[in-house]
Structure formats: structure tokens, C-alpha cells
């Protein structure tokens, strides 16, 4: 029986078992974390190689030296890889430093301070500045856009991704509009990947010249499933409608390789990617080619690297499923909360009653576990219906998991009863 | 004899004279480069032992695990290290990734956005900023002024640094201008480490609240010399004169171990720091710390980087050397150019006639030799007396920059009896 169809009497005394049980919970002195999307020390050890396989005859066997300067765009054979897991041309990649964010931060601040092919002036220059936000998403991708003081409006995620009514609506009618965040494979958090008719919608859509999509791909080959659901090509479909300057894509290693030593690459037009690079010409003499040239060796190519995923979706299903397992167990019959079903990625998303997620953060924290701060999935950390949690299952071990979603569980029935009871 | 000795009558034969002997020249068909300050492989191969000094033992024995991310300052035990290179205290420095221009770059790009402490308001935000570029000076740094539309003020490098008469009377003044470029130690290209009254006079003069010193220390133990000049420190002048915000100090390992993938640091005040980082959040999660722990790994301690440091200078010593000695047996004789004496650091820098320097380089450009660009040590390429060149001798082997110098020197001297005899 569901809570909502529960008498009060019944409620009330749900309330007193769950909130004995709350403090029961509490006595036992646990410190558990789940709010970091992280890889565990299993997931980095697969990599361990990459350590070790270059030395200086992988050097020399290089096209030119990867200790010395140059190379903005990257190592050629690194480039060569990258393109291929970005799935665009040789011309269309950049391969950088390890973090995808910077590379996402940087090209947003030159579009402020210089603009962007198309562009009739700086962003920065503009009375207004606004990006649409698919929420819940990824909070550091808003705190690029609040840093910044661009206004961010709020469209919801669906299950094929965004409410694809809702950007046109907005893009078609406002030119101040310049951009729109994706994770379109397993987004964080909800773990949608974008329909066809998506990518198709926002590669064709209205929207002013020089507006962006910042398309960051950073699940790319992240699989916990063997048949991944396919995610169309949002370069191919922005060139077939027209709009080849439209889309920027990022990717990274970081969840591949090592989280803070992998490697991050952008794909764009040769327009954009030549704008970009004039002005990271000023910015640095290139990157760290020897990492690069340590991936290109440890992978070898995309059946390298999807090979190496499988072992990676070995460690990590598991963790999912105790997740997944102790909701329906503790929470899916009370009718008052609902769990993402991700089938790649790094998060679950959990959607409890209006008005409780904040109080159920609170309650974990109470009882020893850290959740993602509530609101934190949302622009300027504000859920409009304080009902979103972001779980994050890679770090922490099996039996820390469990432990932490009866936790978990049994926070957001209380939250939910004390509401309901109130 | 000078040339500004001779009659006109043998100025005209030895214009002759030399006309020959640069036709003579060009028909070798030689292709030689003096224009890059890039390590040679040799330079490069003394720190291979870096590729394989950092395996699955070292990373367990690092203060935490520098595969995944965190650490926005860097990984401890590399700031340790670090702190002592940039002779500074352990909260005052930042280890980042492999480029100190990328540092400063980011650095000056959230001044205009942003600010920094002390500012009224962002950079960007105001009607004018200036920086003082004291020349010749470094490319790469007016470059930066430039891109961003700052109006660069030249003042000149004297034998002890900047001219600080003039420097004093402008920041006095104008409290437009923010900041000034410094490489204090073996100045690019003019081989100047600054005075200790300069930097006392650049700590204590009187200049805007938010006026920032780039102390661009790139050089700091990249001795030829086993007696380097001392330079004081910046920070402690800055801190006695009661100006501790004023600098902001970036190094690197670009010319220690490998100039694509070594280790960018940056040291400043507390308060600065705070506020870097405050922005740097927005745009990275952390450095590859990886590569942190690769350095610690390899040169321990500083007495380890001054122990590598002369195994470099074993290399580079001949290089200048022979640059030196061609100087002084073809042209010095002439009186029509002086050449610096750097006693470290990664550059000559040849003063001649007024009015010839463009022409040198298109000379040498025939003969077969690529110099950098005339102008380019100044801001927008343009040296006021087209007289300065700059010469960078490490990455070309000894007979290359004997048969390189051999041109120059022919082609200073052409240029100058062209002028003398128009």
C-alpha cells in the first residue's frame, strides 16, 4: 500500500516506525559519502599502464617529440583517436590537458570576451546574455554560467531529453539566448540519453547566429549494458540542417583513464576550432603531449578503449543494482519517490515528494550519510519543487552502499511522512 | 677599425666585401633556425628517468591518490617542493599543469572579468587599462595585453631591469595602469636579472590598489654560471613595503624537465591566492597530479633541481659560447651591434644600428637562416629604433649555429654598411 492511499492513522504510525528506525540508524557512528561522481581505486588500477607505457623508445617512435613545445591541437596520432571516439574528422579535434571542464570554461570566456564566429559583437559586450538548462544537470556547468552572470532558464529534462517544446518556444523568439547545456548520453543526472528526434530538433531548430550548443559528451562510452541505446551523430545532423557552427562537443578521459590525469578534447567546426585555437595561441604553447601519447599506446584505438569500458561496467554494475535493489525494496512500494534507471554514466537521480529533498539530506546527514547538497542539480542550486537527489555509486564499496541506502531509503520516507503527517 | 671609422671610400669596399660574401652564402642552400627557445633532445633525454619514475608503488606511497580528481592547488607533497623553488611559504603557492603562460593568461583573464582583491572593479569594466612592458622584453606577454585591448606603455630594459625612474613616474600618475611584465632573472632576451634596488623600488613605489606585478620567473635556476647574481625576494621586498598583494609570481619545469609536459606553479599572497582559486573552481577540478608527483619524484628537492640544472648548462655553455665567439670575431670589431652577455636563461639579444634590424632578419632569412621577427620583442611588434634582435641558441646542435652565426654576422654587417652607405 502506498502512502497516499494509507489512512492517517496508519501514517502516524508509519511515522513513529520510521523515525524509531531513523534514530536506530543514527546511533551507529557511520561517515558515508555519495555524493561524489568519482571512479573507485578498482576503476583507476585498470589504467595502472598507462603509467608505464611510454619510456623513450615510445618517444622516439612519435611524430615529432612529445617532450618539446608546439602542438596546440594535440599529438597527431592522439588526434587520430580522438576523432574517431568523437566520432567527426581529423580536421574537427582538438586534444588538450585533462580536464574537459577547463576546456568548456575557457571557450565560454572567449565567447564572452571575443565572441564566436557569427557573433556581431562579444558576448560580454551584450545587455543580456541567457542559456537554456536542461535541469536536473550537471551543477558545474551552471556555476560556469552564473560565474559569468549569464541569466540560465530552467527547461525540464525529459526521458528523451530536453522538453524540445520549451527551447524552441525560448530560442526561436529571444536572440539573447546563446546557448544550451547537454549531457546527451547518460546525463547527469537523470542518466537520459537524447533521442534522434532530439538531436534532430536542436540541430535544426531557430535560434540566433551564434548560438551553441555545448554538447558534453563526457559519458560517451560509459555502458553498463551491452546494447547501449545509440546517440545520433549532433554534428552530422547540425551540417545536414544547415547549422555547422552550431554544436561544441567535449569529451575526456577522465572517467576512461585516470579522473585527474586523463586527457580532454573538443570537436567543432574547422571554423570554431580555428577560432578557438587563435585565442588558446595566446593562452598556452600547447599541451601535455606525452599523456596524450600515453593514451594513443595504452588504448590503441576505440575497440581499445571499449574493451577497456566492459571491465570498467564489470566494477561499477554491481553498485548500481545494490542501489537500484534497496529502492525497490525500502522505498518503491510507498509511492513517494522515483528512481532513475540509468544505463550508463555516473549517477542515479531519485525524485521524492515535492517540498523533502532538502529535509532528506538533512536526515542522511543525521545519520551518517552525505548526499549531494539538495538543489545542487538545478541553476543557482534552487529546485523549484525541492523534490531532486543526485546518488553517486562508483566510489564507495558494495557493503558501504548498502549500508548507505538504508539510509538513504529510509530519510526519504520520513521526509515524506513528516510532510504527509504534518 | 669601426665602420663609423672608415672613409666612405672603404665602407664602399667592405659593403662590397661583404655583398659577396652573403651571395657566397646563400647559394649553400642552407636551412638553419635561431628563433626558438625549445630545449634540444639532448636537454630533453636528462630528464627521461621522469617517464618511468611514478608506477602503482608511488602512487600508493602519495599523500593521496593523484589518479582521481581534487587537489586544486596541487598534490602536497609537489607544493612542498615548489614552495622552496619559488622561495616562498607553503600556503602561498599553487602547482598547476604544464604551462606558466596558460597561468598567467587565466590569471590577467580574471582580473578583466572579475578583478582581483583591491580592484573597485573588474578590468574589463573600466575605460582604460595599461600595462608597463618593459623592453625588449617577451612576446608572448604583449601578445597577452594585446588580445585583451590593454595599452601597453614601453619603458626601457636597462642592465639592472627596467628603467624605474620612468616606471615610478608612471604608476605614480595613472592609476589606470595595472600592472607590469617582469622576467627578473635572465631576462627575455636581454640575459638581465634585476637589482636588488629594483625590486625594492618596484615593491615600495607608489602605484594603483590593484596594480599587480607578473613576475614571470621563468628562469630561476637556469644558471651558466656556477656563481649566479642573487635576485632578492619579490614577495618579502613586497610584504616589508607593505604591499604583499602586489605580485604575482609563475614559474615552470618547461626548461628543467620537459618543456610540454612539465609542471606550471604559481605563488602570491594568501588573499591572491584565495582569489584564484575562487575562480579557478569554476573552471578545472584539479591539475594532473600525476605528473606533480612525477617531479617530486625525480628531483626530490631543490638541491636535486640544482643538480640537473647543471647538467643543462654542460649542454648549453658551448651554444652560447660559440654564438659569443662568432660575435666577437665578425662583428664586435665593427662597432656596429652589441650583443648581451647572459649568464643564463635562453636568449642573446643583439642590438644594432638604429633602422637595421628588419633588414638583418631578411638577410639572414636569404643566407638561410630563420631569426625571430624584428619588432617582436616589443608590444605590437613594433621596436621603436628597428634595432633589437633576439637569437636563441639551445636547440640547434654547435655546427648548425656556427654556420647560423656565420650568416648573422655577415648580415648585421651588410645592413649596417647599407645604411652607412645609402
Same mark, same amino acid.
Given at each position: 500500500?502506498?502512502?497516499?492511499?494509507?489512512?492517517?492513522?496508519?501514517?502516524?504510525?508509519?511515522?513513529?516506525?520510521?523515525?524509531?528506525?531513523?534514530?536506530?540508524l543514527?546511533?551507529?557512528?557511520?561517515?558515508? *559519502?555519495?555524493?561524489?561522481?568519482?571512479?573507485?581505486?578498482?576503476?583507476?588500477?585498470?589504467?595502472?599502464? $598507462?603509467? /608505464?607505457?611510454?619510456?623513450?623508445?615510445?618517444?622516439?617512435?612519435?611524430?615529432?617529440?612529445?617532450?618539446?613545445?608546439?602542438?596546440?591541437d594535440?599529438?597527431?596520432?592522439?588526434?587520430?583517436?580522438?576523432? *574517431?571516439?568523437?566520432?567527426?574528422?581529423?580536421?574537427?579535434?582538438?586534444?588538450?590537458?585533462? /580536464?574537459s571542464?577547463?576546456?568548456?570554461?575557457?571557450?565560454?570566456?572567449?565567447?564572452?570576451?571575443?565572441?564566436?564566429?557569427?557573433?556581431?559583437?562579444p558576448?560580454?559586450?551584450?545587455?543580456?546574455?541567457?542559456?537554456?538548462?536542461?535541469?536536473?544537470?550537471?551543477?558545474?556547468?551552471?556555476?560556469?554560467?552564473?560565474?559569468?552572470?549569464?541569466?540560465?532558464?530552467?527547461?525540464?529534462?525529459?526521458?528523451?531529453?530536453?522538453?524540445?517544446?520549451?527551447?524552441?518556444?525560448?530560442?526561436?523568439?529571444?536572440d539573447?539566448?546563446?546557448?544550451?547545456?547537454?549531457?546527451?548520453?547518460?546525463?547527469?543526472?537523470?542518466?537520459?540519453?537524447? /533521442?534522434?528526434?532530439?538531436v534532430?530538433?536542436?540541430?535544426?531548430?531557430r535560434?540566433?547566429?551564434?548560438?551553441?550548443?555545448?554538447?558534453d *559528451?563526457?559519458?560517451?562510452?560509459h555502458?553498463?549494458?551491452?546494447?547501449?541505446?545509440?546517440?545520433?551523430? $549532433?554534428?552530422?545532423?547540425c551540417?545536414?540542417?544547415?547549422?555547422?557552427?552550431?554544436?561544441?562537443?567535449?569529451?575526456?578521459?577522465?572517467k576512461?583513464?585516470?579522473?585527474?590525469?586523463?586527457?580532454?578534447?573538443?570537436?567543432?567546426?574547422?571554423?570554431?576550432?580555428?577560432d578557438?585555437?587563435?585565442?588558446?595561441?595566446?593562452?598556452?604553447?600547447?599541451?601535455?603531449? $606525452?599523456?596524450?601519447?600515453?593514451?594513443?599506446?595504452?588504448?590503441?584505438?576505440?575497440?581499445g578503449?571499449?574493451?577497456?569500458?566492459?571491465?570498467?561496467?564489470?566494477i561499477?554494475?554491481?553498485?548500481?543494482?545494490?542501489?537500484?535493489? /534497496?529502492?525497490e525494496?525500502?522505498?518503491?512500494?510507498?509511492g513517494?519517490?522515483?528512481?532513475?534507471?540509468?544505463?550508463?554514466?555516473?549517477?542515479?537521480?531519485?525524485?521524492?515528494?515535492?517540498?523533502?529533498?532538502?529535509?532528506?539530506?538533512?536526515?542522511?546527514?543525521?545519520?551518517?550519510?552525505?548526499?549531494?547538497?539538495?538543489?545542487?542539480?538545478f541553476p543557482?542550486?534552487?529546485?523549484?519543487?525541492?523534490?531532486?537527489?543526485?546518488?553517486?555509486?562508483?566510489?564507495?564499496?558494495?557493503?558501504?552502499?548498502?549500508?548507505?541506502?538504508?539510509?538513504?531509503?529510509?530519510?526519504?520516507?520520513?521526509?515524506?511522512?513528516?510532510?504527509?503527517?504534518?
Open positions: 500500500m502506498t502512502y497516499r492511499e494509507m489512512s492517517g492513522a496508519a501514517l502516524d504510525g508509519e511515522l513513529r516506525a520510521v523515525r524509531q528506525r531513523h534514530q536506530e543514527s546511533t551507529r557512528g557511520l561517515s558515508l *559519502d555519495m555524493t561524489r561522481g568519482k571512479p573507485c581505486a578498482e576503476q583507476l588500477d585498470l589504467a595502472n599502464g $598507462i603509467l /608505464s607505457c611510454v619510456g623513450p623508445a615510445e618517444i622516439a617512435a612519435a611524430s615529432s617529440d612529445p617532450r618539446n613545445y608546439g602542438g596546440l594535440g599529438l597527431p596520432e592522439a588526434k587520430r583517436l580522438f576523432a *574517431d571516439y568523437m566520432g567527426v574528422g581529423n580536421d574537427e579535434i582538438l586534444v588538450a590537458g585533462n /580536464s571542464l577547463a576546456l568548456m570554461y575557457d571557450s565560454l570566456v572567449r565567447a564572452w570576451l571575443f565572441g564566436v564566429p557569427g557573433s556581431p559583437r558576448w560580454g559586450k551584450l545587455d543580456k546574455v541567457k542559456f537554456v538548462c536542461p535541469s536536473p544537470g550537471y551543477d558545474r556547468h551552471f556555476a560556469i554560467c552564473e560565474s559569468l552572470g549569464i541569466e540560465m532558464i530552467v527547461v525540464d529534462m525529459n526521458g528523451d531529453g530536453p522538453d524540445m517544446d520549451a527551447v524552441e518556444r525560448l530560442t526561436a523568439a529571444d539573447s539566448i546563446k546557448g544550451i547545456w547537454c549531457v546527451p548520453r547518460y546525463s547527469n543526472p537523470t542518466g537520459v540519453t537524447f /533521442s534522434a528526434t532530439v534532430d530538433r536542436l540541430s535544426s531548430m535560434a540566433a547566429p551564434d548560438f551553441r550548443i555545448y554538447w *559528451d563526457a559519458y560517451a562510452v555502458h553498463l549494458d551491452d546494447d547501449p541505446q545509440p546517440l545520433p551523430s $549532433i554534428v552530422d545532423a551540417k545536414k540542417a544547415g547549422n555547422p557552427d552550431r554544436p561544441l562537443l567535449f569529451g575526456s578521459t577522465s576512461i583513464s585516470f579522473a585527474g590525469a586523463g586527457v580532454a578534447v573538443m570537436a567543432a567546426s574547422t571554423a570554431n576550432l580555428k578557438q585555437m587563435r585565442h588558446m595561441g595566446m593562452q598556452t604553447i600547447g599541451p601535455d603531449k $606525452i599523456n596524450q601519447l600515453r593514451h594513443v599506446r595504452f588504448f590503441r584505438d576505440m575497440a578503449i571499449e574493451a577497456h569500458m566492459k571491465k570498467h561496467a564489470a561499477i554494475r554491481p553498485k548500481f543494482a545494490s542501489v537500484r535493489a /534497496s529502492f525494496a525500502n522505498v518503491s512500494g510507498t513517494i519517490a522515483a528512481l532513475s534507471q540509468p544505463r550508463g554514466g555516473y549517477f542515479f537521480s531519485m525524485d521524492g515528494l515535492p517540498g523533502t529533498a532538502a529535509r532528506t539530506v538533512a536526515l542522511a546527514a543525521e545519520a551518517g550519510v552525505k548526499l549531494t547538497p539538495a538543489g545542487s542539480t543557482l542550486g534552487r529546485d523549484p519543487q525541492d523534490r531532486n537527489l543526485r546518488l553517486a555509486p562508483t566510489l564507495p564499496g558494495l557493503p558501504e552502499i548498502e549500508q548507505a541506502m538504508e539510509i538513504i531509503c529510509n530519510s526519504v520516507r520520513l521526509a515524506a511522512l513528516e510532510k504527509l503527517c504534518a
